[in-house]
């Protein structure tokens, strides 16, 4: 079965389902073959983190280290990593010896953001997700632009991308929080609701769009991880 048929059958089968049944079916689903949560441990992150954990604490979960990150969000994720149990955390890293050639001076994103991105995220999680057959992200519609419409199961390139939050409100991550005391990113209540690379990401003031201190006053508004790939397909995983 084609990919892109494959996941409009599953966001036919799980139109009414929660999260976590949706994530529990993602991750035991032989027709998606190995799957894994990339996270990078911002604003809101800890929801779908503690779901994985009260799942399977084995779940492979991907961090990118662009090596442009606040040192709160590093701590953060030693501290979730740990207080999660979660036993599979990989810290992926841009390639050494692409860095000293494209970005020996770590000035790249000034000069150009999307090669930055290109370099520190996006090739090293292309690099890290080869051998699985799709993978879970924390994207919301509520959070605008190409995300407005976004389906809970998705195909991309030759793997199948899971959003299980897709249709979240900003009350219902708040509400699960709460309810589960999870610990905040400590950035968040410093004026952070939406947190990337230290050079940037900036405050937002209460009338802006969540979003708007990303890449502020620049025509970017996504990393550019939701690549496009012609990996093979691995094993268990539909055509
Ligand atoms: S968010 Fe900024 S610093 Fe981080 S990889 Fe992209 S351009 Fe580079």
Redesign the pocket.
Known sequence: MPLKEFAERRNILHRKSDAQTVLRHALTDVQIGKVALVSSFGAESVVLLHMISEIDKDTPVIFLD?E?LFDETLAYQRDVSAKLGLTDVRVITPNRNALLTEDVDGL??QAD?DA??D???TRPLEDALQDFGGWITGRKQFQGGQRATLPVFEKEGRKIKINPLANWTRDDLQAYMTQHNLPRHPLVAKGYPSI?????TTRVSDHEDQRAGR?RDSEKTE?GIHFDTETPMTQGQTA
Not at 196 to 200: D, K, S, V
């Open positions: 662009t442009m790249l994103h953001v930055c991105c370099l520190r995220k990337g690379c230290m050079p940037c890449w990393c």
